[in-house]
């Protein structure tokens, strides 16, 4: 089993900034990649950015020049710095591990973007 655990979410004004942290453990085989999700009020859960192995990246278009993901594949862990929010980037994110074969996901950290 392998546990994930997100960190850095919070209450932020328009326009601030957060940086979040996802840490993997446990019996961690070969961590293909990571992802950012996030999930606003609803049902539908969307793709924030994504980390390869190899540190290659993928954003949403919604995110894109204003988030930047990134990876140190030593300590298992993965980080979202978050810039210019705005109040539509509110949501919990949740940290997505793909280890080989299988999913795993951390519980969600929630994020507040509010004057």
């Known amino acids: 089993q392998v546990q994930v655990v997100e960190s850095g979410g919070g209450l932020v004004q328009p326009g601030g900034s957060l940086r979040l942290s996802c840490v993997a453990s446990g019996n961690i085989i070969n961590i293909r ?18 980390i390869t192995s190899g540190s290659s990246t993928n954003y949403a278009d919604s995110v894109k020049g204003r988030f930047t993901i ?4 030593a300590k298992n862990t993965m980080y979202l710095q978050m810039n210019s929010l705005r109040p539509e980037d509110t949501a919990v994110y949740y940290c997505h591990v793909r280890d080989y074969a299988m999913d795993y996901w951390g ?6 973007v509010s004057a």
């Not at 990649?33 to 994504?50: F, H, I, S, T």
């Not at 519980?107 to 507040?112: N, R």
Request: glycine share 8%.
């Open 33 to 50: 990649y990571m992802d950012w999700y996030r999930q606003a009020p609803g049902p539908q859960r969307e793709l924030v950015a994504q």
């Open 70 to 73: 990134s990876r140190d594949n």
């Open 107 to 112: 519980k969600g950290t929630p994020v507040t």
